[in-house]
């Protein structure tokens, strides 16, 4: 059984400067109402891991039109002006990151791995500073894994023993961060007494607090 | 042509270069009208990298699903037979080879087959999201792309912006000509005859190798 948490909760789970992985593709699949309450809490100086920068007022981008983002690693930032704006002003360090290379980051960080060898992005800037390994005369780029203290992530529907599911194109990074942080908080769509065990997304293991979306 | 059908024929032909079975990529903006050109008698499976194969129509009142989205973040449909799974496994499909082809768009693409689509230094950032693991896993890379912007050539020697791939193009295709990128550089393989060879040479920054270029059809 896992601790069910009210949104106001979430205060005991989050402070100044930490790190943070929030799931969701252009804030589709994001838990949007722990956005909202993260920008009433003003946590500062976030390290935010996320596929994109969202939009202004949707998604991640929520924070960082805030101010409360100091580093941003993402793959694509451009349907948000603001990071834009305040990544060209030296406000908020951005680091983008091919989708692929992020995802697979991510789930190395999860599955205990030192890294991994991908082909992309050689021969452009994002090879600068990384090492190449050669195998079978090919080469690749060492890409290293990624973690976080905490990923907030967003369920459709969530048993009471954590297991989770996630629908549809929500889906996206939520399954892959559920591994790679300290501590895991779902929101869920819905709680339900069981999950067909035979198609569970996310094992209970990763989820460590469920808030319900509609309290 | 106006813009739109400039960008309607450069589809066009794009489309007849997709196969029955292909898993297809369609980056957004010109590649993604191609889906609207396919011949009948040719199906294929369309990948959106957030995490579907089976990309739909964009929805009616009835069947409108906010949790069915695209790369874009728009809401569509899924097709018959089509399915939803994470982002590591989307980008194991993407750079494990299973992608047939993706089809982008440029900001310049050279005749060594590198291109370069996600950043202008100072000017705009929006970042490269999939496009750089799409662009180096798919088995054929199709650029579309109008063969100039604002008369200034994208189709260039050398790439003169960052890289989104390095030798990973295969094919331009343009309002002017079809071109294939080959070991021995950047062959104009059909040409649109609204356009004599001097004018696409002249609009192109790069080498054209030119021999016997065939007419650009567009019907079977």
Not at chain 1, 44 to 68: E, H, R, W
Not at chain 1, 116 to 126: A, D, E, R, S
Request: charge should be negative.
């Amino acid at each position: 059984m896992k601790e069910i948490i009210k949104l106001s909760e979430l205060k005991n789970h989050v402070f100044d400067g930490m790190s943070i992985m929030v799931g969701g593709f252009m804030a589709v699949g994001t838990p949007e109402k722990i956005m909202d309450e993260l920008v009433r809490l003003n946590v500062k100086d976030l390290t935010i891991i996320c596929n994109d920068a969202g939009f202004v007022d949707l998604g991640v981008g929520k924070l960082i039109a805030n101010s409360q983002v100091k580093t941003l690693i993402a793959s694509h930032i451009g349907l948000n002006p603001e990071a834009g704006r305040l990544m060209s002003e030296g406000l908020m360090e951005c680091i983008l990151v091919p989708q692929g290379t992020l995802a697979e980051q991510i789930r190395a960080g999860g599955a205990g791995l030192g890294g991994f060898l991908t082909p992309t992005g050689l021969g452009t800037i994002v090879e600068k500073g990384k090492k190449i390994v050669t195998v079978d005369s090919k080469d690749f780029i060492l890409e290293l894994p990624i973690r976080a203290d905490l990923a907030l992530l967003y369920g459709t529907t969530v048993d009471k023993y954590g297991n989770t599911n996630f629908t549809k194109t929500t889906r996206n990074f939520n399954p892959v961060m559920a591994t790679a942080t300290d501590k895991v908080i779902v929101l869920a769509r819905e709680i339900v007494e069981r999950i067909d065990p035979d198609n569970v997304d996310t094992p209970h293991v990763f989820i460590d607090y469920i808030i319900k979306e509609e309290e | 042509m106006d813009r739109q059908e400039t960008k309607n024929f450069i589809a066009k032909r794009v489309a007849k270069e997709l196969s029955d079975g292909d898993l297809v990529n369609l980056g957004i903006g010109l590649p993604t009208l191609v889906g609207n050109f396919l011949p009948t008698d040719v199906k294929i499976d369309l990948q959106s990298e957030n995490g579907l194969i089976g990309l739909g129509p964009a929805p009616t009142e009835d069947n409108y699903d906010k949790d069915i989205t695209n790369a874009g973040g728009q809401v569509v449909t899924l097709v018959e037979g089509g399915m939803y799974f994470d982002s590591a496994l989307s980008f194991a499909i993407i750079r494990g080879g299973h992608v047939d082809v993706t089809v982008l768009g440029c900001l310049q693409v050279d005749e060594l087959g590198s291109l370069a689509s996600w950043i202008i230094p100072g000017k705009m950032v929006p970042g490269m999201g999939g496009a750089m693991d799409l662009v180096t896993g798919a088995k054929k890379v199709i650029i579309a792309t109008t063969h100039t912007n604002r008369g200034k050539p994208k189709i260039l020697k050398e790439c003169t912006l960052p890289l989104t791939a390095k030798n990973q193009v295969n094919m331009i295709i343009t309002e002017m000509g079809v071109m294939e990128v080959k070991e021995d550089g950047l062959h104009l393989l059909e040409y649109n005859p609204e356009y004599t060879i001097m004018e696409i040479v002249e609009a192109t920054g790069a080498t054209l190798i030119i021999k016997e270029p065939k007419v650009m059809e567009l019907e079977d």
